[in-house]
């Protein structure tokens, strides 16, 4: 990202004065049901809603780009799409200001994608993004370059793991949208990891609800290189 940009002030400046209200109309209209507004309000010929996960994960797709300074050939770079992301987290702070909002690009038009989409989550969907034994997913490269459809990381994430494992890890592997979320997930992930093994067998969510925790080997061993993780689980 181009550091000499300001892209939280540029998109503030860009949306306070006018798409700001139009969508602080669109919520009140629905009483700030956004299982609603992302179903019945957000589809219409220039952008569509989704709920991914009802009351918790969202997504925003413009069918094309609708940054004022791409249409008029000011910037073209890619880099130009946090100026959006910006945007769309000011607007969720201003709706709501007492929630917390994660807003992640997905894909866009000056990325190479044929729609730009954002995916909108709130602060109980991002708890969900500590993996079963309390690593971080949204700090794993697999997860990232997913969400930012980074094939630059996917390549880099692929080789290095591929030394670390000594396996044949490809860059198609590295797809992961979060170990208990629904979607995508790295074959190590969805089928290798014993620590997931065993909480699916043990019908736990994480590791911090089982009583052996502690003395685990497996997981343990995280918490040792992790600590970090264990604190995750315990919060």
Do not use: Q, W
């Given at each position: 990202m181009n550091k000499e940009i300001n892209y939280?002030?540029?998109?503030?400046?860009?949306?306070?004065d006018s798409?700001?209200?139009?969508?602080?109309?669109?919520y009140d209209n629905y009483n700030?049901?956004?299982?609603?507004?992302?179903?019945?309000?957000?589809?219409?010929?220039?952008?569509t809603g989704e709920v991914i996960v009802p009351g918790e994960v969202y997504e925003l797709s413009y069918l094309e780009c609708s940054c004022p300074k791409v249409k008029c050939g000011m910037r073209s770079c890619p880099e130009q799409c946090e100026c959006s992301r910006q945007s769309i987290l000011f607007i969720l702070s201003q709706l709501e200001p007492n929630s917390k909002f994660d807003v992640q690009i997905v894909n866009t038009i000056l990325r190479g994608g044929d729609r730009c989409t954002f995916r909108i989550s709130r602060a109980a969907e991002m708890k969900r993004l500590i993996g079963i034994c309390g690593l971080d997913c949204e700090k794993c490269d697999a997860y990232i370059a997913t969400k930012n459809n980074d094939q630059s990381l996917r390549e880099k994430t692929a080789k290095l793991w591929s030394e670390l494992n000594h396996a044949s890890i490809l860059p198609e592997h590295i797809n992961c949208e979060g170990c208990r979320m629904n979607g995508a997930?790295?074959?190590f992930c969805s089928s290798?990891?014993?620590i997931r093994k065993c909480a699916v067998t043990k019908k736990m969510e994480t590791c911090g609800s089982c009583p052996e925790k502690d003395c685990c080997p497996k997981v343990t061993a995280i918490w040792q290189n992790n600590p970090q993780a264990k604190e995750n689980l315990l919060k």
């Open positions: 939280r002030e540029e998109a503030i400046e860009c949306v306070k798409v700001l209200p139009m969508h602080k109309r669109i700030g049901d956004f299982d609603r507004i992302y179903t019945e309000a957000y589809n219409n010929n220039s952008y997930k790295t074959v290798l990891c014993e």
